[in-house]
């Protein structure tokens, strides 16, 4: 099973500044890779798949890259509703989710 | 707009097996290439993927954790996919969450809480 491994746990910003968010894969998962933000009491949302391409309707200051076993999620400008959970999956090889990255109002 | 809707039981006992349904509107479950798949998360948790099964009922895929347990299906005459998980303990508590794969979990249930307790 591959297993992806996010990173921070928790990263506190303020709004306007910049998140980065890392996930990491056990092997590579080419560029099947997704990326999902979730907020309290909602179901998750699509923002990124296939490592860099933007779902429909999601805003340009989100952005994704990488392939292999290295992603990575911007956030180029944090906006006061982009404070959430955001989870990477992978359906290369199954499908597994990694465990999430909060990003909380510092 | 694709919009899928989760029905089943809220509360389920030790040992009983848990049976959900999706309801797909606004499109066909038979729409070529995609997936049908389930989600739940336990509370306070993260996302753990349980399985996919194709449009057809055809090709299922399940989580190798949950594999000896789960059954899903699909009656494309009503518009729905199914899942039973069988032989439930507390640790199967969560929202479980429908959800359409093509490239990704592109559209979302909003989610059903399960409880198992007796």
């Known amino acids: 099973e591959i297993v992806l491994t996010q990173s921070p746990a928790t990263l506190s910003l303020s709004p306007g500044e910049r998140a980065t968010l890392s996930c990491r894969a056990s092997q590579t998962v080419s560029s099947y890779l997704a990326w999902y933000q979730q907020k309290p009491g909602q179901a998750p949302r699509l923002l990124i798949h296939d490592a860099s391409k933007r779902a429909t309707g999601i805003p340009p200051r989100f952005s994704g890259s990488g392939s292999g076993t290295d992603f990575t999620l911007t956030i180029s400008s944090l906006e006061p509703e982009d404070f959430a959970v955001y989870y990477c999956q992978q359906r290369s090889i199954s499908w597994t989710f990694g465990q999430g990255t909060k990003v909380e109002v510092k | 707009q694709v919009r899928l809707q989760e029905s089943g039981p809220g509360l389920v006992k030790p040992s009983e097996t848990l049976s959900l349904t999706c309801s797909v509107s606004g499109g066909s479950i038979s729409s070529t290439g995609y997936y049908w798949g389930w989600i739940r998360q336990p509370p306070g948790k993260g996302l753990e993927w349980i399985g996919n099964v194709f449009y057809t009922g055809s090709t299922t895929y399940y989580s190798p954790s949950l594999k000896s347990r789960v059954t899903m299906s699909v009656d494309r005459s009503k518009n729905q996919f199914s899942l039973n998980l069988r032989s439930v303990t507390a640790a199967d508590t969560a929202v479980y969450f429908c959800?359409?794969?093509?490239?990704?979990?592109?559209?979302w249930g909003q989610g059903t809480v399960v409880t198992v307790s007796s």
């Open positions: 959800a359409r794969d093509g490239f990704a979990f592109d559209f």
